[in-house]
T-cell receptor, first 112, second 112 residues
Framework: QKEVEQDPGPLSVPEGAIVSLNCTYS??????FMWYRQYSRKGPELLMY????GNKEDGRFTAQVDKSSKYISLFIRDSQPSDSATYLC????????????FGKGITLSVRP | DAEITQSPRHKITETGRQVTLACHQT?????MFWYRQDLGHGLRLIHY???????NKGEVSDGYSVSRSNTEDLPLTLESAASSQTSVYFC???????????FGPGTRLTVL
């Protein structure tokens, strides 16, 4: 079993839809959880960063972590065509030099 | 503004040749990472460094090497390029006390 599993997609939604992107992880020692967004032919950029369980909101984006079920989610409200990208979840242990473990990424397309 | 750059952005080479991909960051980050990204595999860690003269192997290090002689640069060398090393390569960096990684724009390498 991979340490981080992500729904493979691709996912296509109409503009304005609520999008839910999900990952599961296997190691309960992971403490930091991140979502990266990667536009076509660009490098990944950090979108959301959470520590331990709970929700974090930033504009139309909400990151949710449920450590009891080892589940990570990213919700996008009022999705826009500009949200079309690949989204990668990532986790790591506590500690400044902890390496990131990435999911494979899911490609989202928001149709105008 | 601080940034992380990679060169070349595109490279075509032949099997058996030595290739070096450059990564340069002006964040003054201690930590630097090299990943490859392939369809179906996501981002996989090749090598990483936590400071000058420090290098470590990642999960897919065979056939690759790095050296860290200063804070700003972590060149990645393919000693004898193989077709299996055709991929998109990303360099990333993070600060000493942070797990947040900043990615470069990527190098698309084709080995014929």
């Amino acid at each position: 079993q991979k340490e981080v599993e992500q729904d493979p997609g691709p996912l296509s939604v109409p503009e304005g839809a609520i999008v839910s992107l999900n990952c599961t992880y296997s190691n309960s020692a992971f403490q930091y959880f991140m979502w990266y967004r990667q536009y076509s032919r660009k490098g990944p950029e950090l979108l959301m960063y959470t520590y331990s369980s709970g929700n974090k909101e930033d504009g139309r984006f909400t990151a949710q972590v449920d450590k009891s079920s080892k589940y990570i989610s990213l919700f996008i409200r009022d999705s826009q065509p500009s949200d079309s990208a690949t989204y990668l979840c990532a986790t790591c242990f506590t500690g400044a030099n902890s390496k990131l473990t990435f999911g494979k990424g899911i490609t989202l397309s928001v149709r105008p | 503004d601080a940034e992380i750059t990679q060169s070349p952005r595109h490279k075509i080479t032949e099997t058996g040749r030595q290739v070096t991909l450059a990564c340069h960051q002006t964040w003054n980050h201690n930590n630097m990472f090299w990943y490859r990204q392939d369809l179906g595999h996501g981002l996989r860690l090749i090598h990483y460094s936590y400071g000058v003269q420090d290098t470590n192997k990642g999960e897919v290090s065979d056939g690759y090497s790095v050296s860290r002689s200063n804070t700003e640069d972590l060149p990645l060398t393919l000693e004898s390029a193989a077709s299996s090393q055709t991929s998109v390569y990303f360099c990333a960096s993070s600060g000493r006390l942070s797990n947040e990684q900043f990615f470069g724009p990527g190098t698309r390498l084709t080995v014929l």
